[in-house]
């Protein structure tokens, strides 16, 4: 994953590529092991989820370090709640902290002050990988291999499940079943090995989704997954959201769409300058967006 400032240059995690950084990130998230229970009743695995008041995020005063460019910390004394099963999301104009607070969720930013709890756990570097395991990322531009098949990127959502000497012959029969299973769920039957580099913008975030679901996460964050899709596309994306969301997956999602944002989220939170301005209903998200810069 890289982090991208127009006038910095591009920093990853690993400080090597992005394509490192994923799997790392991967490597680090472990995955839960596939119960072969769970293959033969598969929907996505999620349907032992169910929605509840029960906060599966919860941001404390949540500060991250201070950046001279910005003269102040880019997540500035943030405060929220995530319930379990909500389809929430994120907005706020550029450089106003979204996928920050987004890539916080999952340890990937220091934080100077504050606290994040996922399903209660604080999130500490201890019980990272712990953490991990229950939250996929869609990272902004869906972070793909291109040369890579469709079903290859979407096994490559196992690594952190699998230990190196497991994979060197290829995966386990019981996670290809579940690629397969994923791949034709999300309407991706024929392009199972194609190249994702050949594919349309919308199957490449299909794909990405599978990628994210190959953890049997219970949270799901992601960040733009429309942006750079055509009107249709952009609809069928949010639509296997939607789908996930009614399966039980808790959704945070970053948008710029307010349309998108208002058909499909349940709970808006607005982001200016790394604080959360506004936090509540979609509705009227056009004049909640009119008092930034005021
Ligand atoms: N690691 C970093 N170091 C310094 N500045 C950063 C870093 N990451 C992000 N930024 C800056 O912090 C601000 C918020 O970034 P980001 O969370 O990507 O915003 P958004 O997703 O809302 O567009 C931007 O001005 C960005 O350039
Ligand atoms: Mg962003």
């Known amino acids: ?29 472990a995955g839960l092991v596939m119960t072969i229970y769970q293959i ?35 997540l500035n004394n943030i405060n929220c709640q995530i319930n379990q099963g909500e389809f929430v999301v994120l907005l706020g104009l550029n450089g106003a902290g979204k996928s920050t607070l987004l ?76 690629a397969l ?13 194609q190249k994702t580099g050949q594919l349309s913008g919308g199957q490449q975030q299909k794909v990405a989704i599978a990628r994210a679901l190959m953890q049997s996460p219970q949270i799901l964050l992601a960040d733009e ?12 994306v949010m639509e296997t959201l939607a789908e996930l969301h009614q399966q039980g997956l808790t959704i945070i999602t970053v948008l710029h769409d307010l349309s998108l944002a208002t058909k499909y989220g349940e709970r808006a939170i607005i982001l200016d300058s790394g604080k959360v301005i506004y936090d509540g209903k979609c509705d009227n998200l056009q004049q909640k967006f009119s008092y930034i810069n005021k």
């Open 40 to 74: 033969a009743n598969t929907n996505f695995h999620l349907s032992n989820l169910s929605k509840s008041n029960v906060n599966c995020i919860e941001c404390s005063h949540v500060e991250s370090d201070y950046v001279s460019s910005l003269q102040r910390p880019i």
């Open 181 to 193: 299973e994923l791949l034709t769920q999300l309407g991706l039957k024929e392009q199972i090995y």
């Open 225 to 236: 997954p429309t942006t750079g899709l055509d009107v249709i596309a952009s609809q069928q």
């Open 103 to 178: 890539k916080s969720f999952v340890g990937l930013v220091s934080l100077v002050q504050g606290e994040i709890k996922v399903n209660g756990v604080s999130l500490t570097k201890e019980n990272l990988t712990q953490i991990r395991r229950d939250v996929g990322m869609l990272f902004q531009g869906g972070g793909l291999i291109r040369q890579l098949s469709a079903i290859d990127n979407v096994l490559c959502g196992r690594l952190g499940a699998r230990k190196t000497q497991q994979t060197l012959f290829g995966f386990p029969q019981r996670d290809r079943t579940l």
């Open 1 to 29: 994953m890289a982090i991208v400032d127009e006038n910095l240059e591009p920093r990853h995690f690993t400080g090597k590529s992005a394509v490192w950084d994923l799997i790392v990130y991967d490597i680090l998230s």
